[in-house]
């Protein structure tokens, strides 16, 4: 019994990654080649996705945004646990690692559960929301440019239904968070969208302590 989350040493995290999740070989085979670029360190953890896939069952997701969809690691963990009605819309603005991503989503089957928007995410989002997408999402994952961060959370609410979750990335931000001389844009921006949603009454939260910190807020 531990009155805090257990520390993970390297022996332990071996054992964790042994067998504390699944990892399809496709998805392997896609964080091994994306591991290979230098912004590797964007992409979610194993053992992340496989959460996250786990919440896409638990809750019988039916419509999920993401926001920010790199090589596509994330949406494809999520599609493969998705209905066949099930459906994705995939939000960023760099057409080369999103080439990557819908070579996977086409090898794994699920290319038609996921649908590519190319171009900023804001007007997207509010593109969506003009189209009459207000309340009807299930899920919406956060994971692009953290200065935009708090913009994003906001359409976030507004297009979750009353019970959908938000999900946004990187809240421990490697540490950074904590750091009061770390005072770059990026690291003010989630300290802020941190303490914004941890007195937001209009949702319920727990920062999980998964990667790089996993804040999940279920709108009220």
């Not at 591991?35 to 194993?46: H, K």
């Not at 990557?100 to 995410?121: F, H, K, N, Q, S």
């Not at 302590?209 to 009220?220: E, Q, S, Y």
């Amino acid at each position: 019994m531990s009155l805090r989350t257990v520390n993970m040493t390297d022996a332990l995290y071996s054992y964790y990654q042994a067998v504390g999740f699944r990892e399809p070989t496709i998805l392997q085979r896609l964080r091994e080649e994306t591991a290979a670029m230098p912004e590797a360190g964007m992409q979610i953890s194993a053992e992340q996705g496989q959460f996250m896939g786990l919440l896409v069952e638990l809750m019988g997701m039916k419509r999920i945004v993401e926001i920010g969809t790199f090589t596509g690691y994330s949406s494809l963990r999520m599609a493969l646990s998705l209905d066949d009605d099930g459906h994705i819309t995939a939000c960023d603005v760099n057409d080369e690692w999103t080439q990557m991503a819908r070579r996977y989503w086409e090898e794994a089957g699920v290319a038609d559960r996921i649908t590519l928007r190319l171009g900023p995410a804001l007007e997207s989002l509010d593109a969506m929301l003009a189209d009459g997408a207000a309340e009807t999402m299930d899920f919406v994952f956060i994971d692009a440019d953290k200065e935009n961060a708090s913009h994003y959370y906001e359409r976030a609410l507004q297009l979750l239904r009353p019970g959908g979750l938000v999900g946004i990335d990187n809240t421990l931000w490697g540490g950074a968070v904590a750091d009061p001389n770390n005072q770059k844009s990026s690291t003010e921006a989630l300290r802020a969208i941190n303490q914004h949603i941890h007195t937001d009454e209009r949702v319920t939260m727990c920062l999980v302590p998964i990667g790089d910190g996993l804040t999940l807020a279920r709108k009220r």
